[in-house]
């Protein structure tokens, strides 16, 4: 049977954004975190390099805002940036304070005890890390405290099939009033209703063939906010990250950027290296950068990869700094201490998404987006390294000092209707999903991948829009599942990426088209995509 929840805050997403918001609501408020899969599951999790922030003397704000401006492609908002690294020290200190195990360079108090790696795009060693599994100690520790907080529920194995909001209800004004979510062990869809909703479900990178991301990356947030009536800006600016391990049953286990930052050099089959020829930075230009000429060199000479080699560095300084990458490789017969590595690029991370001002507010009264879910104008054309947990730290503080001072005003609607399935049956063709999800994440990662072209967009978009008309038809005849919501939101989501990059007629950052190779100088600063029932009366300044 159906069921009903109400808290004052739903959260939905258990990564770094979700939890660290929950934490700092939680002593005021009731709130509810959903998560797809178990409780910190999420791109959170993998991250390896760990979180950039000015904690040496010898670094400064205003060296980490030009190395962020200068990755962003002058997309970047720079009110935005400047607030987000700004707000950088005190964040990490708040992570401190929660028990993260930071890696120690010495026995000094203060910053100056950490040890600070660097990588692509930056001009300073400023990342902060826990040896070379950095989310997975912020995850861990941060989702530890969330599950033994009193005023916090965590509802594991949920997903959610859509967001309510006021107009679907007929009532006036446009308002967020809870979700439809769909409890995956029983099959049931419940209701949740909260004063107010924060998006914080991830990217949108399982709609590429090959990614670094986990499977719950779906764009289920960016999706469902577009559905519920939000703006949603530069979906082209796709990173790929330069270097997954290429290994049949490796998946998606992902090469930190910090190797190259630590030294590490790549190279061609015969052992020569290639970076200098497109890039005065060589290996430790901005990922775009990389990621392009190793799919360049791929694509001239025919080979399936390239190879990552830290090799020339001590033993003990490999295994003391990549604990965790030299024990996985080893796994699959490589030994970072002696061998080059095979590694391709990889769908990583989303730069675009659901329009957000400064406190992580949408276009609808009381419904959030924070982290790779949001558009903030952090990143611009292209996510400058290890800025992306910062982003998640910095947007959740600012989000639940905005919730905290606007929650009076937000109605909790306790009555919300049941889910309606008086008119759909179970399905009989499964197979309809699998096949369209192949299909889909085929035809992106072959046609709207690192390097396009107007006829790879075109052809991309009429294979997107049967999908669509296809998925519509098995929605509204078969009962949900967490399968069809899944593609339905990456159709979503691949549709939204398709139209962007056609609009951008340069080439810029993260996108690269052959058919406009060169960065134009009057250019549209963001590719904003609005849906039909957009409603500008409550709609935040764009």
Known sequence: MSKKYSSDVLIIGGGLAGLSTALRLADQMKVAIISKGPLTESASLYAQGGIAAVLDQEDSFSTHIEDTLNAGGGIC???????????????????????VLFTRESGEDGYGCYHLTREGGHSRRRVIHAKDATGKAVEMTLGEKVKHHKNITVFEDHIVVDLITSAKLGQTGNQCRGAYILERSSGKVHSFAARCVVLATGGANKVYLYTTNPDVSTGDGIAMAWRAGCRVANMEFIQFHPTCLYHPKAKTFLMTEAIRGEGGKLRLPDGSSFMEQFDSRAELAPRDVVARAIDHEMKCLGIDHVLLDISHKPANFIRAHFPNIYARCLEYGYDMTKDAVPVVPAAHYTCGGVMTDINGRTDIDGLYAIGETACTGLHGANRLASNSLLECLVFSESASKDILEKLPTYILSK???????????????????????????????????????????????????????????????????????????????????????MQRHESRGLHYTLDYPETMDNYTPDTILIPDNYSPDTAISA
Request: hydrophobic share 35%; charged share 30%; aromatic share 8%.
């Open 415 to 501: 009555h919300l209707p049941d889910w309606d399935e008086s008119r759909v049956t179970n399905s009989d063709e499964e197979v309809v999903v699998s096949h369209n999800w192949d299909e889909l994440r085929r035809f992106m990662w072959d046609y709207v991948g690192i390097v396009r072209t107007n006829k790879r967009l075109e052809r991309a978009k009429s294979r997107v829009d049967l999908l669509q008309r296809e998925i519509d038809d098995y929605y509204g005849n078969f009962r949900v599942t967490n399968d069809l919501l899944e593609l339905r939101n990456l159709a979503q989501v691949a549709d939204m990426i398709i139209r962007c990059a």
């Open 77 to 99: 908002n720079p009110e935005v940036v400047e607030s987000v690294i700004k707000r950088g020290p005190q964040n990490i200190q708040w992570l401190i304070e929660q028990g």
